[in-house]
């Protein structure tokens, strides 16, 4: 069965870095855009950053537009978000999502982010 693994979170100061990771399994990886999402306390879940099955196109939310880079490695089955710059409006609970065509949508457990001094 699909199944998709966070990591990563965490407590971090405004101003630092993050990495986080999506290990997926369960279907064949390279042939899906994978995608990020987060959902702060009281708020809906909104889209974070996207990536193409090989990983030449990516689109991001304008609030993390050049502090956060996703990126995939085919060979291990991971997406990665590596973000930078946090601000404690990212404090959230981040998920990674993948979309596959006849089968549904899939989401992760989710990982803790909380930007805080």
């Known amino acids: 069965q699909v199944q998709l693994v966070e990591s990563g979170g965490g407590l971090v100061q405004p101003g630092g870095s993050l990495r986080l990771s999506c290990a997926a399994s369960?279907?064949?990886?390279?042939?899906?855009?994978m995608s990020w999402y987060r959902q702060a306390p009281g708020k809906e879940r909104e889209l974070v950053a996207a990536?193409?099955?090989?990983?030449?196109?990516?689109n991001y939310a304008d609030s993390v537009k050049g502090r956060f880079t996703i990126s995939r490695d085919n060979a291990k089955n991971t997406v990665v978000l590596q973000m930078k710059s946090l601000k404690p409006e990212d404090t959230a609970v981040y998920f990674c999502?993948?979309?596959?065509w006849g089968r549904g949508s899939y989401w992760g457990q989710g990982t803790q982010v909380t930007v805080s001094s």
């Open positions: 999502k993948v979309v596959i």
């Open positions: 990536i193409s099955s090989a990983g030449g196109s990516t």
């Open positions: 369960g279907f064949t990886f390279s042939s899906y855009g």
